[in-house]
Nanobody, 127 residues
Framework: VQVVESGGALVQPGGSLRLSCAAS????????IGWFRQAPGKEREEREG???????????YYATSVKGRFTISRDNAKNTVYLQMNSLKPEDTAVYYC??????????????????WGLGTQVTVSS
């Protein structure tokens, strides 16, 4: 099973982007999904949790750094999870990864509790 991210781009500070995490061959809603990011110069082990949504009812959680600016959502008909990012800042620049089966959603950002990762999509915030 795998997920594929899309939607990354170069955007000016204050701008918006919507990232997508799409699945095929299985039902995304059965799993908790997380969005993580890896900033330039950081190692894989330093990926930062951004947001996650639980399976089923879809409770949502956010890192303090993005709360009020980012919104995670799930479209079951399209089998896709979205991350709407508004008021983007240069420090949001990173490769954004979709994390499938994020079992710690709501209880921390432990990357050891992730089933698999997508390949990532680059978000660059710069004027």
């Amino acid at each position: 099973v795998q997920v594929v991210e899309s939607g990354g781009a170069l955007v000016q500070p204050g701008g918006s982007l919507r990232l997508s995490c799409a699945a095929s061959g299985f039902t995304l809603g059965y799993y908790a999904i997380g969005w993580f990011r890896q900033a330039p110069g950081k190692e894989r082990e330093e990926r930062e949790g951004v947001s996650c949504i639980t399976s089923g009812i879809g409770d949502t959680y956010y890192a303090t750094s993005v709360k009020g600016r980012f919104t995670i959502s799930r479209d079951n008909a399209k089998n896709t999870v979205y991350l709407q990012m508004n008021s983007l800042k240069p420090e949001d620049t990173a490769v954004y990864y979709c994390a499938l089966d994020f079992r710690s959603c709501g209880r921390g950002w432990d990357t050891r509790s992730i089933g698999s990762w997508g390949l990532g999509t680059q978000v660059t915030v710069s004027s």
